[in-house]
């Protein structure tokens, strides 16, 4: 038995702290309070501390690191992340792998022929025994199951097709999935129509389990994609999350309060709507994200084709419409080959100027030479809508991290940190207890965990222990890879698996 004594304990509910102790029982929590009765325990004494539960990342693209033991999550106090967001997931094949790990090398973070699994049931049989330190779930991704049944075309599937995507989701679900997700500015899952994503849905409704959706627009399209996703959910019944939620783009800045206008009027009229999103004005993705994602149809390889094309290539270039000065704002973060490595850290903006060319020119030369292989940083959204989002009651804090060749986004090493450092600290945007409830507990009933997120007797003892005064992301966009300060432990069903340095 371990004894977690003197803390400031906050169970992750929203509630005020209380100071006390806290005692662990084999892989539970068997008491908290002030005067829990003397017995022979270990005791790791907390005084200056606080204690909440583990971290739970509700949306993570960590599929092929967590099975290599990576620690990135862990240092910063995540004990459960939930990887298969945006409709990428390392599963299902059926025939060879090849095609489904050149659509989600780019996100997933591999492009090696080691990784892939036929179905759900043997990635989420590795994923139990892996070394990982923290806990995993998985969604099952839309485009990676569209990709296996229909390969890389942007065409609506067969009856026969819709059919079988049906049947190899529902077993995936009945295997153990946590739901499915959609990445619908990702080609091929941007060419499905409303029939095929009810079908779909209605098979994830009939199980309870979580639709999450990184939605068709951001940016000009915001608001009419979020009205196609409640409608999705009103029609079929399924439990939506919208993911990382932004108005992205300066341009665009002003459509988040009528977006979350329509979130908040389909919540008062039932339907299961919340979202998340990370602590950062910047986002990540790969640089095809683009481009129109027709021009991705057949994949990768035929987009390259397309481009090596002049005429092709000129009616892919002349679709890129938009201001020319969001380009400033878009920054490579990752490139395949060493020939380029030079352009990490440069804009798009600066890389064009450089080359003396339009910045659409040098983004489709870039993809040429590095085969599609290029990751970026973009500059999204304004201080003020990301305080709107991170404080809005249906909102739960993620990371969205992805691991790259090059610099990836600082919210893969501190994303927790940052957000009890410097927007609850710092900037007091939000309370301790309500930023913990976000992390935590709001995360855990989108899953129906109800053994998680709390420090209460009875759960999963994955706590954090840390300095409220301490804590802090050191992670930056020009090194992202810094360990947080201010975690002094962690622990994973009972056990301190991690330890900070000396507070």
């Known amino acids: 038995m371990l004894l977690l004594s003197n803390a400031l304990v906050f169970d992750g509910s929203g509630a005020d702290p209380v100071r006390g102790s806290l005692l662990v029982d084999d892989e539970r929590i068997s008491a908290i309070g002030e005067n829990i009765p003397a017995g022979n325990f270990q005791t790791l004494d907390c005084t200056g501390l606080a204690l909440a539960p583990g971290f739970i990342d509700l949306h993570s693209h960590s599929d092929l690191q967590v099975l290599e033991g990576r620690r990135e999550k862990l240092e910063q106090g995540v004990t459960l ?48 025994s892996s070394p990982s330190s923290n806990s995993a779930l998985s969604l099952i991704g839309h485009g990676s199951l569209r990709t296996a049944v229909c390969g890389p075309a942007q065409r609506a ?48 409704a009939k199980r309870g389990k979580l639709y999450a959706t990184h939605m068709r627009s951001y940016a000009a399209g915001l608001l009419d994609a979020t009205h196609e996703q409640i409608d999705l959910a009103r029609r079929t019944g399924c439990r939506l999350q919208i993911s990382h939620l932004q108005a992205a783009g300066r341009a665009n800045w002003q459509l988040q309060r009528p977006t979350l206008d329509a979130i908040e009027a389909a919540r008062r009229d039932g339907i299961d709507i919340e979202f998340d999103i990370y602590p950062y004005q910047c986002g990540s993705t790969v ?12 994949g990768v390889h035929d987009l390259i084709n ?43 903006a600066a890389i064009a100027a450089l080359r003396g060319e339009d910045p659409r020119a040098a983004v489709l030369d870039i993809l040429v030479e590095e085969e599609g292989a290029v990751n970026v940083v973009s500059f999204n959204q304004s201080e ?44 007091r945007w939000l309370s301790l ?40 992301s050191a992670a930056t966009y020009e090194a992202p890879a810094a360990h947080p300060a201010g975690i002094a432990h962690v622990l994973k069903a009972g056990k301190i698996i991690h330890s900070g340095a000396k507070q």
């Open 81 to 128: 992340e939930v990887v298969g967001n945006c409709g990428f997931s390392p599963y299902p094949f059926l025939h060879d792998a090849a095609a489904l790990r050149e659509f989600g090398a780019g996100i997933l973070g591999r492009d090696d022929d080691g990784w892939g699994w036929p179905d759900a049931s043997s990635y989420l049989k590795i994923l139990s």
């Open 157 to 204: 599937p067969s009856a026969v097709e819709l059919d079988r995507m049906a049947g190899l989701l529902a077993d995936s679900l009945d295997a153990g999935c946590v739901g499915f997700s959609t990445g619908l500015m990702y080609a091929p899952g941007s060419a499905a129509n409303p029939e095929e994503l009810q079908h779909l849905c209605r098979v994830v």
């Open 287 to 298: 640089l095809t994200q683009f481009l129109p994602q027709a021009a991705l149809d057949g």
């Open 306 to 348: 397309r481009l090596r094309d002049s005429g092709k290539r000129k009616a892919v270039f002349d679709s890129m419409t938009g201001d020319p000065a969001r380009w400033n704002d878009v920054t490579i973060s990752s490139v395949a080959s060493e020939t380029n490595a030079a352009l990490i850290g440069k804009t798009v």
């Open 384 to 427: 003020d809508n990301l305080r709107e989002l991170i404080t809005h009651p249906l909102c739960s804090v993620i990371t969205d991290g992805f691991y790259v060749k090059g610099k990836p986004h600082p919210r893969l090493y501190g994303t927790f940190p940052e957000l009890l450092g410097t927007l609850v600290r710092d900037r």
């Open 433 to 472: 207890s309500e930023a913990i409830h976000k992390s935590t507990a709001k995360p855990a009933a989108r899953l129906n965990l109800p053994d998680r997120g709390l420090l209460k007797p009875g759960a999963i003892a994955d706590i954090v222990v840390f300095d409220p005064d301490r804590i802090s």
